[in-house]
C-alpha cells in the first residue's frame, strides 16, 4: 500500500521560513509524481498553492514554493504571516489504478 | 468564471445509496478530467474516483465496487452514485477539476456531507 508521509504539526514564526516535506513510505517522490500541495482552513476547501512540483497557482504569492528536496517534495513559505497558519495538504499522482494519494496533511501553526 | 457546485448530500442509512451531482460551469467537464475528493470529520483529504476525458474511470480500493462516477455532457454535470454506503464513507465530498495531462485539482468546488447513520 502506497503511504503519503507528512509532517502531522509543523510551527513557525512570524517572518520566520519554513519547509514541509512530502515523501514516500517506500520509494522516492520525483517531478514524475506531479506533486501538488493544497492549503486548507477548517470549514473551508482546499485551495491549490503549487502543481507539477513548483508552479504557483494563478494568485498565490510567491513566498509560497514548491521543489524536490532530496527524496521528497517540498513546500516552502518565506516570510510566515498569521494568515497562513493552516492545514496544508500535498498529493502525488502514482499512475495506473491507483490515481492519487493524498498525504496526511501538515497542521502549521504561525506563532 | 470557472465554478463547481457539488449537491447531492445528506443522511442515509447504512447500506443505503445516495447520488451526488456537481454541476459546472465555465469550462466544458467532458473536456476535462474531473474527479471526487472526500474528508471524513476530522481527518484528511482522501482522492476517491477520476474520469477522464475519454471515458475511461478509476476508483479507490475502499469505494470500488460501490461507487461509480459519470457524466452528463448535455448538462456539464459529473455525478457520483454511491450503493451500499457505510459508516466509514461519512464525510465531505468535494468534485475537482483536473485540466488534462497536468494531474492536479485546480477548481474544487465547496463540497457536500454525507452522512451514513442509523
Avoid: H
Avoid at chain 1, 12 to 24: A, E, F, K, N
Avoid at chain 1, 88 to 94: P, S
Amino acid at each position: 500500500q502506497t503511504v503519503v508521509t507528512q509532517e502531522p504539526s509543523f510551527s513557525v514564526s512570524p517572518g520566520g521560513t519554513v519547509t514541509l516535506t512530502c515523501g514516500l513510505s517506500s520509494g522516492s517522490v520525483s517531478i514524475s509524481s506531479y506533486p501538488s500541495w493544497y492549503q486548507q482552513t477548517p470549514g473551508q476547501a482546499p485551495r491549490t498553492l503549487i502543481y507539477t512540483t513548483n508552479t504557483r497557482s494563478s494568485g498565490v504569492p510567491d513566498r509560497f514554493s514548491g521543489s524536490i528536496l532530496g527524496n521528497k517534495a517540498a513546500l516552502t513559505i518565506t516570510g510566515a504571516q498569521a494568515d497562513d497558519e493552516s492545514d496544508y495538504y500535498c498529493v502525488l499522482y502514482m499512475g495506473g489504478g491507483i490515481n492519487w494519494v493524498f498525504g496526511g496533511g501538515t497542521k502549521l501553526t504561525v506563532l | 468564471e470557472v465554478q463547481v457546485v457539488e449537491s447531492g448530500g445528506g443522511l442515509v442509512q447504512p447500506g443505503g445509496s445516495l447520488r451526488l451531482s456537481c454541476a459546472a460551469s465555465g469550462f466544458t467537464v467532458s473536456s476535462n478530467y474531473m474527479s471526487w475528493v472526500r474528508q471524513a470529520p476530522g481527518k484528511g483529504l482522501e482522492w476517491v474516483s477520476v474520469i477522464y476525458s475519454n471515458g475511461g474511470t478509476y476508483y479507490a480500493d475502499s469505494v470500488k465496487g460501490r461507487f461509480t462516477i459519470s457524466r452528463d455532457n448535455s448538462k456539464n454535470t459529473l455525478y457520483l452514485q454511491m450503493n451500499s454506503l457505510r459508516a466509514e464513507d461519512t464525510a465531505v465530498y468535494y468534485c475537482a477539476r483536473v485540466p488534462v495531462w497536468e494531474l492536479f485539482f485546480d477548481y474544487w468546488g465547496q463540497g457536500t456531507l454525507v452522512t451514513v447513520s442509523s
